[in-house]
């Protein structure tokens, strides 16, 4: 599986060690209870766009742990 732009927060977080990335981008929606009812729905390009987190950056750190754990 590829992680891109349009992959949904939910399938994200269904990979080992996802959760960690991503909160070291410090992704907002981990904690807010609203995401966690619109997490099959929340793609990760908007994500970054709305909190200006660098998309380029998350994506390759989240596809080189991928591997990794592969």
Do not use: H, R
Request: net charge neutral.
């Amino acid at each position: 599986m590829k992680i891109t732009k349009d992959t949904t927060l939910a399938k994200v977080l269904e990979i080992k060690g996802a959760e960690e990335t991503l909160s070291k981008f410090q992704m907002p929606c981990l904690g807010c209870p609203m995401a966690q009812m619109e997490m099959d729905s929340l793609k990760l390009g908007d994500i970054c766009n709305m909190y200006g987190i660098d998309l380029d950056k998350l994506l390759k750190e989240l596809n080189e742990n991928i591997k990794v754990k592969k």
